[in-house]
């Protein structure tokens, strides 16, 4: 859990929420890649329940190995995309600090006033809870993939795995799911009555859900029946297996939403958001009791269904 | 003013105050450099009298130029040296991020949950109030004459100028005033009822106190008498005018708070200070109506006093 809750120390009952997140661009449109780096950010504020973003400061460092004329438009491109969306989810970019780095950096601080009503903390899943995953996994293979192709020795070893046309749709899938705000699956996680809620990052799925499932305070196993891909990426397991995403570690830019929601609101709760944000939404697992260890765990079951988006 | 403060949009009458600094070390001692970029970062908060800090996430880029032993010992007592200190001013540390990057990176966001009676805007400056600095000026030819004097072609250049312990002690001046809270020096902004301020920072007195006439919504003139500067660096200034350090555009880490305070509660503000924290405090000049232009204005006399310390 990435979000820091932080009750105030002069004004009881409310609560200063904040996360901090930045990394290295993925995209090569650099508006777009303004757009990932602000849900990236955002995505751990909405993974507690929190659709309320106050503002936020714009972390940027500002690569000195670009040509002058490249860095001042892909830097103003960058730095519009992200506070396009940020204002987008509500919120305003109101500072920031910029360094000058040999690579590029992107990211911010977002910061929320709330209650305890608020937000959701990630403590309060049930056994009996179905898993919900708000988008498909596989950006990691995406975007490595997508580099490999530049390289013409490199392409040479995925070639015979992968169509060029193939890794061009998953890529901009990956981009445009990466760009897409997790604000309405939180939302409807305070709508339906989400029990908790965690984002997927570059610990991967198991990674965090092992973290959400340790979190949880209910004896619970999480269960995963199923894994929506983007197309083309689980292929890529056999052969590459470095990527570990069948088995639930490839890291995530910008990923999903994985929320413990009552069985009885779960079709609900993906209908709407399917509705609201024009992608699919999936039923991935479910928790059960926990009858073995002394820990809480994740676990995929053998041979999961495989959704390709 | 690198502050942000926001109204909550859901709590009125609450704002959200936060900064976010980060920059590349400059002392030898990471434990120190850790205190330095936290007194870096919580001064931007101090400077609008901010005196309450709720929580702090940190920013930190590891070195992949570093030898493996020498980078963990190094990250761990940066990181120590500003969690302690982020303790010391009544925070905490809760959370932040970390990425693998050619140089080292250390900073952080600082935030605080407040109302309008905890801040002091900055354009609140009247004529007739006195200027106060809070540190002496020189921190950059300090540092910068410590790298130099580790290369001997470079240090060539400088000794006739500075022997190599004046440098030691104006280099040891230099960290030690970093590494300095501005915390006592924002409790007394609201006791002794400073009307405004700012800190000074990379953009030297010249740059900082402009910014902070301009937020002056009265019309004033900023007129700079004395200079305090660490002993020797004032007589770098003509060998080297790069530094630009007497014309008030020397670039300062961690540096003063300037302080437009009513005339009669200046001395008692400095007296107070200096008890508190054991360093000086200077009246540096004072505010007078400006009768020409049409923009607020800093500027220093034509031969200030220098005080060195």
Known sequence: MDVCI????????LFLVATTDFFYPLCEDPYLQGQVACANVLSDMYAQGITNIDNVLM???????????????????MMKGFADLVHY?????????????????????????????????PDQGL???????????????????????????KWERAAPHLTLKELDRAFKVACASMARLNLNAAILMHKYKAHSGTDIT????????????????????????????????????????????????????SGALLIMIPAENADAFCRELEEMDGWPCF?????????????????????PTIIEV
Chains 1, 2 share one sequence.
């Open 127 to 153: 056994a009996g809870d179905v898993l919900i995953l708000t988008k498909p996994l596989g950006t990691q293979p995406a975007a490595f993939m997508r580099d490999w192709s530049k390289v013409p020795c």
């Open 59 to 77: 972390i940027l460092g500002v690569s000195d190995q670009m040509p002058p004329d490249e860095r001042f438009i892909a830097t103003h491109l």
């Open 283 to 303: 039923q991935v697992g479910h928790a059960i009791k926990r009858t073995t260890g002394d820990k809480n765990f994740a676990r995929i079951v053998e041979n």
């Open 202 to 253: 570059g610990f991967g799925l198991m990674g965090d859900s092992n973290k959400l499932a340790h979190e949880t305070a209910d004896k619970v196993e999480l269960i995963f029946h199923t894994l929506p891909i983007i197309k083309d990426m689980a292929k890529l397991d056999k052969p590459f297996p470095f990527f570990k995403l069948l088995k639930g570690f490839a890291p995530e830019t």
């Open 6 to 13: 932080t009750p105030s120390k002069r004004y009881e009952g």
């Open 89 to 121: 989810a509500g919120g305003k970019v109101t500072g920031g600090q910029t360094i000058i780095n040999s690579w590029p950096i992107l990211g911010g601080c977002a910061k929320s006033i709330g209650k305890e009503c608020d937000f959701i903390r």
